[in-house]
């Protein structure tokens, strides 16, 4: 998988995407990421990237042309240009499975009091959100997208790390996990999962996936109702 990520920032990457999993998923050429400065992409002396909205208000938005110039380069026929802003859909794990098919995101960051409306209209093919708040600007949300879909490359995690027991992954939240000690200063680790019996281990797991669910993030519930992927819980049967 390719990725290209265009910002006014590109010193906030360094750090976040040169540890652990992603360093790795870079080093295998399993992820090819190259961080794009929107400056370069200007004219000016100045390298002017903002100006002043149309109708007034506060603050600078990010011009068009800039924007529109890099992305133009940096596309092919397979690219899926992604805008990161507070106004796109909310980012999911079910986004992020999405988003790891792709051979080639262009993840654009918006930056200032946003970006010229031209730029959602007629460029991006996406809008993704990473929750309802607003930051500074879309780089930390870009490197979260980035984040997540690397560790859904094949190859990228360890068969010790595997993404399909955890949180999400069956849509609903992982059940608690121990490690040694079994007992730390009282706090017994449950009894079946030193019994040694896989299916009672598998049953307990997955009882407590759904009671946690239900008990913390009730909206997770019967997501997949119709489609019988997944048998429906009710709490009286936990
Ligand atoms: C994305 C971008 C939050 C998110 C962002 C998010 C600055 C986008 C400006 C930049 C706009 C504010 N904040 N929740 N900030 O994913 O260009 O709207």
Redesign the pocket.
Known sequence: MKIDVLTLFPSMFAGPLDQSIVKRARENGLLELTIHNLRDFTHDRHKTVDDKPFGGGPGML?KPAPIFEAVESLVDDSTRIVL?????RT?TQAVVRELARYPHLLLV???????DERVRAGLADDE???????????AL?AMVVIDAVTRLLPGALGDAESPDEESFSQDLLEYPQYTRPADFRGMKVPEVLLSGNHAEIAKWRSEQSRLRTLQRRPELMNKNSGTNSVPQTNESDL
Request: some cysteine; overall charge negative; proline content about 8%.
């Open positions: 990010l990161l802003a507070p106004t796109g980012l960051c918006g930056s200032y009091e946003g970006v993704l959100s990473i929750g309802d708040y607003v930051l500074t600007n879309g949300p």
